[in-house]
């Protein structure tokens, strides 16, 4: 039995998806147009915020939303260092400082520790919904509010997911999201999409993302290059028709992990599971012991495993070099070592699914006797 990680051949083997971008061909309006507007309109309905920008990634949106902030060099913002590196690269790219923030049992940032962290320099709070798991965004926006910070999502991980029916995006004074091809919400290449309710940032970001032309003569600031592929957007629209259905499918996943290897208890840990939540399973991390005999057991027979992440933001070698070290974030370091993720995609059958609970099982047995 061989158990892929994720299986985008068996997606994207998909002929109505293709005659779609062949209609493209005939008009060749490569660059934004109705398909990307189309595209916004499904993203800022599904994330409940009356606007939504289409951006070339999720960097670039964390970056833009900075940028229309007014976010930059002598300025900080809090973050976590356990997300994938872009995070913390788009808030260097502006020229502002990230400030870590250590993550509690749910990988995501511990509420509680953040205001410690602020100073009268700190602009904003980028939380970072992990593995489509929202973070605490009731206490996130008091804590925003009192101090008169913003809070950009990062919500690359997170399309579709939700905290009491709000759904994550609209949270924030800006949500960003990514259509990476590894994503719940994938394209084939490079694309994202930033959500808000204020027309001004939306106004700021459309701007931004295409090098500030208010027409196609006038620029009415400096700006970038940083727009949706119109055939992205084409198979985004395509991609978004089914959301609902795969997340759901994820959800199913999950909850049949967690029945199964909650028996394992002593040495795997599964997700925190909270009350009034839609956890929408990007990644289906477990804590677990003897982690890398593990991998290398499931690897060997046939179940691809994956990491996310196996080095905090913090000790990359860029950050190293700024002066971080090892113990300054324990939790985030301490779970970087006990993290693996197991496949969860949507392709999985009960037989694949049943057949990697089942040698996890098996390995511990070995390991037990
Ligand atoms: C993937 C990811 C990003 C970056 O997304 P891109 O679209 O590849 O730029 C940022 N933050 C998190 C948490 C991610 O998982």
Not at 15 to 29: D, H, M, S
Not at 249 to 272: C, G, M, Q, T
Request: charged share 25%; hydrophobic share 40%.
């Amino acid at each position: 039995m061989q158990v892929k990680y994720l299986d985008l051949p068996r997606q994207f083997r998909d002929n109505a998806l293709l005659n779609k971008i062949r209609v493209l061909f005939e008009t060749c309006q490569f660059v934004l147009g109705p398909e990307v507007e189309a595209f916004e309109a499904n993203v800022a309905k599904l994330c409940q915020t009356p606007f939504c920008v289409g951006v070339n990634s999720c960097t670039d949106a964390i970056f833009l939303a900075l940028k229309a902030l007014n976010i930059g060099s002598g300025d900080e913002v809090i973050t976590v260092p356990n997300s994938f590196f872009a995070t913390a690269g788009a808030i260097v790219a502006t020229g502002a400082t990230p400030v870590f923030v250590d993550v509690g049992e749910d990988y995501n940032i511990d509420a509680g520790l953040i205001e410690k962290a602020v100073t009268d320099r700190t602009k904003a709070i980028v939380p970072v919904h992990l593995t489509g798991n929202p973070a605490d965004m009731v206490r996130i926006n008091e804590i925003a509010v009192k101090h008169k910070l913003y809070v950009i999502e990062d919500a690359a991980q997170a399309v579709g997911a939700s905290l009491c029916g709000q759904a994550v995006g609209s949270f924030g004074d800006v949500g960003c999201f990514s259509l990476h091809p590894l994503k719940n919400l994938n394209v084939c290449g490079d694309g994202g999409a930033v959500t808000m309710r204020s027309k001004e940032i939306f106004e700021k970001i459309k701007l931004l993302r295409n090098h500030g032309l208010k027409n196609r003569d006038d620029v009415a600031c400096f700006g970038y290059n940083s727009r949706l592929d119109t055939i992205q957007a084409i198979v985004g629209n395509h991609i978004i028709e089914e959301l609902e259905k795969t997340t759901l499918k994820r959800i199913d996943n999950a909850a049949f992990y967690d029945r199964e290897l909650s028996k394992l208890h002593e040495w795997v840990k599964v997700p925190p599971r909270r009350k009034d939540v839609k956890q929408v399973f990007h990644t289906y991390v477990v804590r677990v012991k003897r982690i890398s005999e593990l991998m290398k057991y499931l690897s060997s027979n046939g179940v691809e495993t994956k990491v996310h992440y196996p080095v905090p933001i913090h000790l990359q070698q860029p950050f190293l070099a700024l002066g971080y070290k090892r113990g300054m974030f324990p939790n985030s370091e301490r779970q970087s070592e006990e993290i693996i993720s197991l496949p969860i995609h949507q392709y999985l059958t009960f037989e694949q699914i049943s057949f990697v609970s089942e040698s996890i099982k098996s390995f511990y047995q070995g390991v037990d006797e």
